[in-house]
Structures are given as structure tokens and as C-alpha cells.
């Protein structure tokens, strides 16, 4: 089973800023891999999928970069309904699981 | 519009069974592999299983296996969890979602809700 580590596990940012997550697949995984944005009482949204597109209606200031193993999600500008946990996924290893990692929260600064 | 709503959580005893459904409408069902991901009070999403579009795949996370099993009726738009020997550690909120990409790498572009299952005497 691929494991997924997420970094920071917290990030602290003002609005307006730049936010950087990282994502580590513990093998490689190619491209496949997805961001979800979750927000509190809400299910996860897809932001991103094979590393770097954006899904339908996800605003260009999200974007998605990296493969093999290492992977990042920046935010250009936070904007207020930014705050929010992120979770990077997984879809290349068979069999699944597809993993997701354990997320990182973006909270206001 | 792309719809999944899930229902048959709640309260159950340790040991005790449940069914899930999650019913979808706004796309054609059988087109799709769905999966189930869930996600412990406060915790993140945890991968469960996943069933091909038309049944003949299926897949449960070890933390699973044998406990729950995963099916879907396309003739009537409907997934289906049921869950068997239920402990504490599975009382998570439970979300359907349904899987897009190339052949069996999947991501998820549209969750359901969510049903909330506890599992506690």
C-alpha cells in the first residue's frame, strides 16, 4: 500500500498570500494524483487530478505541480473561502486502496 | 445535475449490521465505478472499497475486508454498503463518490453528503 504524507499539517496565512502544501507519495505514483478541498460539515471537493489539472469550475489561483513522489498544491492569492483542510490522493498503485494523505489545514494568519 | 445522496446510517451496537445506500442521478450510473470513503469524527478520508461500473470489479481496504462488502443495482441507480460485524473504529461519516479517469485509476469528481454511521452500546 502506497502511504501518503502531507506537509505542514497546519499553515498559517493571511489572506491575500501565497500558501505551498506538500504531498509525498512513499513510491511513486506518476501523475496520479488528486487534490481535494474540504470545508467544515462539507464533503471533500475535487480542486485537481492527475497532478496538475484543474476539475471543472476551480479557479486558476489553485494550482498543482510535481510527479513520481513529490507533489505541491499552491494557492496564488488565499481568498476568505480558502480555509480549509486539503487532502492529497492517490490513484495509481493496483490494487487500491487509493490513499489519501492526512491533510493539511489552512487557517487564517 | 450530478446528484449522490446517502442514507441508511445511524446508531448501532457493537457487532451489529447496516446498510448503506447512496442513490445517484444526473449521469448514467452504469458508466461509473463508485467507491465508498469514509472519515472518522475529526480524522481524514479513509479509502473502503470500490466496484467497477458494472459490478464485475470490486475491491475492500484490508481494514474492511471481510466485514463489508460493496454492490450496486444499475437498473436502479443504487450503491450499496452493507456492513457486518461493526465496531467502534467504524463510526465515520460515510460519503459515495463517483470515480472518473483512465481504466482503473480513479479519482473522485463528485461526494455524496455523507450518512453518519456510530457504532457504540
Known amino acids: 500500500e502506497i502511504v501518503m504524507t502531507q506537509s505542514p499539517a497546519t499553515l498559517s496565512v493571511s489572506p491575500g498570500e501565497r500558501a505551498t502544501l506538500s504531498c509525498r507519495a512513499s513510491?511513486?505514483?506518476?501523475?496520479?494524483l488528486a487534490w481535494y478541498q474540504q470545508k467544515p460539515g462539507q464533503a471533500p471537493r475535487l480542486l485537481i487530478y492527475d497532478a496538475s489539472t484543474r476539475a471543472t469550475g476551480i479557479p486558476a489561483r489553485f494550482s498543482g505541480s510535481g510527479s513520481g513522489t513529490e507533489f505541491t498544491l499552491t494557492i496564488s492569492s488565499l481568498q476568505s473561502e480558502d480555509f480549509a483542510v486539503y487532502y492529497c490522493?492517490?490513484?495509481?498503485?493496483?490494487?487500491?486502496?487509493?490513499?489519501f494523505g492526512p491533510g493539511t489545514k489552512v487557517d487564517i494568519k | 445535475q450530478v446528484q449522490l445522496v446517502e442514507s441508511g446510517g445511524g446508531l448501532v451496537k457493537p457487532g451489529g449490521s447496516l446498510r448503506l445506500s447512496c442513490a445517484a442521478s444526473g449521469f448514467t450510473f452504469s458508466d461509473y465505478y463508485i467507491t465508498w470513503i469514509r472519515q472518522a469524527p475529526g480524522k481524514g478520508l479513509e479509502w473502503l472499497a470500490y466496484i467497477s461500473s458494472s459490478g464485475s470489479v470490486i475491491y475492500h481496504a484490508d481494514s474492511v475486508k471481510g466485514r463489508f462488502t460493496i454492490s450496486r443495482d444499475n437498473a436502479k441507480n443504487l450503491l450499496y454498503l452493507q456492513m457486518n460485524s461493526l465496531r467502534a473504529e467504524d463510526t465515520a461519516v460515510y460519503y459515495c463518490?463517483?470515480?472518473?479517469?483512465?481504466?482503473?485509476?480513479?479519482?473522485?469528481?463528485?461526494w455524496g453528503q455523507g450518512t453518519l454511521v456510530t457504532v457504540s452500546s
Open positions: 463518490a463517483r470515480g472518473t479517469g483512465t481504466g482503473y485509476r480513479k479519482y473522485y469528481d463528485h
Open positions: 513510491q511513486s505514483v506518476s501523475s496520479n
Open positions: 490522493q492517490q490513484y495509481h498503485d493496483w490494487p487500491p486502496p487509493f490513499t
